[in-house]
């Protein structure tokens, strides 16, 4: 018999781990998977292979934006590399976890910080990540299936257009599954045709989502984005969708696919693979609406592959090595980046020089041109 969940749980996470809880039964899931990731952390702190691989199930996929998806072996392969890796100690934190679900199927979204220790305790963010995780009851227990993961710290992705992306006929969709990707083409013939309501239709309210080396989006962000988008008149936009699985459960629906984004210029055309991870939940009503999103760039294609998003990741990299160069040093882990050692000069000559670097990181932020960019990279 399928439970109806009660509530999204969201949940800060301390370094320790997950909050305390008594061992959860299929009848408080929130609870369960909870304790899953606690014992997960707990594993990793331990350096246990076998704990840590137990929160995946067999037929597990795990995607990381710019790698190969991998399976329950190079999972397994992936872990006993970190695990035996010498260095400061590393620990995984989980931040603002949100975990929901519906049935045998649940999610659980979240930031992680991997922690560096050294051996006088001092510790660092070493790199942050965003995931979904899409879980299944498997008896009394849950399990990863589905693991899609995105850097949320501006690191760059490796783009490339030779790897084999999975898909699925649509034909092959029923039920629930069915109803999510008729609504998900719904959204691409009024997008395709600029149609601001019905691009608008299909998304939560309560909506967040992140395009890797991007801000979060929200509502009123993408309303703003699109409503920029088709006031242009001197570029045409199309973009199209392949499926790659849908998931339902519910009221809840995991979708992954991957999309090409399409502009068109006197110039000539431009064309952008993206894919993503997407969490659909039916509201009341009986409507599908997107609450969650997550992707990253693929491949790009035309005449302007890779000028201004290579631009901006230049200007990225270029200006936090400049700030870790002469941000302050502090004791807690506020600027969450690595810092080069030695001495500040706090010199009259000093501030003036990093007031003419900001400038010219200023004017050539300016210069960039996204108007060419897709959605996405321009929110």
Not at 14 to 41: C, M
Not at 124 to 136: E, G, H, I, Q
Not at 157 to 177: H, N, Q, T, Y
Not at 346 to 358: E, G, H, P, T, V
Request: net charge positive; proline share 5%.
């Amino acid at each position: 018999m399928k439970k109806k969940w009660a509530a999204v749980s969201v949940v800060a996470v301390v370094l320790v781990g997950i909050p305390p809880t008594a061992r959860a039964n299929s009848a408080d899931a929130t609870s369960a998977i909870r304790e899953k990731y606690k014992e997960w952390l707990a594993a990793y702190d331990a350096k246990n292979l076998a704990g840590t691989i137990n929160i995946f199930a067999e037929d597990a996929i795990s995607t990381f934006a710019g790698a190969k998806d991998a399976g329950i072996e190079e999972i397994r392969a992936s872990y006993k590399k970190s695990l035996a890796a010498n260095g400061p100690k590393r620990t995984w934190k989980p931040v603002e976890m949100e975990i929901d679900g519906d049935g045998d199927l649940a999610y659980a979204l979240a930031d992680w910080q991997l922690i560096e220790t050294q051996p006088d305790g001092s510790g660092s963010v070493r790199l942050t990540n965003r995931s979904v995780d899409v879980l299944r009851r498997e008896g009394e227990t849950w399990k990863i299936v589905r693991s899609f993961t995105i850097p949320a710290d501006k690191r760059p992705v490796k783009l490339s257009c030779e790897i084999r992306l999975p898909r699925i006929s649509p034909d092959k969709f029923s039920g629930a599954a069915a109803d999510v990707w008729q609504t998900l083409m719904r959204w691409r013939e009024s997008y395709n045709r600029r149609d601001l309501a019905g691009t608008l239709a299909p998304y939560d309210p309560l909506i967040t989502g992140l395009y890797e080396g991007n801000t979060p989006d929200d509502l009123a962000k993408l309303r703003e984005t699109y409503t920029r988008s088709f006031a242009q008149t001197d570029r045409q936009r199309s973009i199209d969708f392949e499926p790659e699985e849908i998931l339902a459960s519910g009221r809840f629906a995991f979708v992954r696919d991957h999309w090409t984004s399409t502009i068109r210029t006197p110039q000539g055309q431009t064309q952008r693979i993206s894919r993503g991870i997407e969490l659909w939940q039916k509201n009341p009503a009986g409507e599908w609406k997107l609450l969650h999103y997550l992707s990253y760039l693929v491949c790009e294609t035309g005449i302007n592959a890779g000028a201004s998003s290579s631009a901006l990741d230049k200007l990225a990299e270029d200006f936090w090595l400049w700030r870790a160069k002469y941000a302050p040093f502090t004791g807690d882990d506020v600027n969450r980046i690595e810092r080069p050692g030695g001495t500040r000069n706090w010199s009259r000559a000093s501030i003036d020089k990093q007031r003419k670097d900001l400038a010219a990181f200023e004017a050539r932020w300016k210069k960039l041109d996204a108007t060419a960019w897709p959605i996405p990279q321009q929110v």
